[in-house]
């Protein structure tokens, strides 16, 4: 599977931001869950949200809950995230990832930078 991700930027406090990452490659056809990570300045890489590839049962990190909104597009076999009402601390290189199955190793997209200013 080949991941690319894209929509980062930078924007102010309260503003808003659509990232996406779309999967290719034979494999693509057997992914079983995404997710989006991050890693901001300093730290680890943090869980963000994820889903199932059949656009079932989103999951979130307490911090983004009600703010951000993952979701998958078919059309494009992407996964998506909306990001709405971003705060500073959102700021970090975000990455998109999918596995194969339930407990398979997660497959890694490039990184993409989100920077909110106050």
């Known amino acids: 599977v080949q991941l690319q991700a894209s929509g980062g930027g930078s924007v102010q406090d309260g503003a808003s931001l659509r990232l996406s990452c779309a999967a290719s490659g034979r494999a693509s056809n057997g992914i079983y869950k995404a997710a989006w990570f991050r890693q901001a300045p300093g730290k680890g890489r943090e869980f963000v949200a994820s889903i199932a590839w059949n656009g079932r049962n989103p999951y979130y990190v307490d911090s983004v809950k009600g703010r951000f909104t993952i979701s998958r597009d078919g059309a494009k076999n992407a996964v998506d995230l909306q990001m709405n009402s971003l705060k500073p601390e959102d700021t970090a290189v975000y990455y998109c990832?999918?596995?194969?199955?339930?407990?398979?190793?997660?497959?890694w997209g490039q990184g993409t930078q989100v920077t909110v200013s106050s």
């Open positions: 990832a999918t596995a194969n199955g339930p407990h398979t190793p997660w497959i």
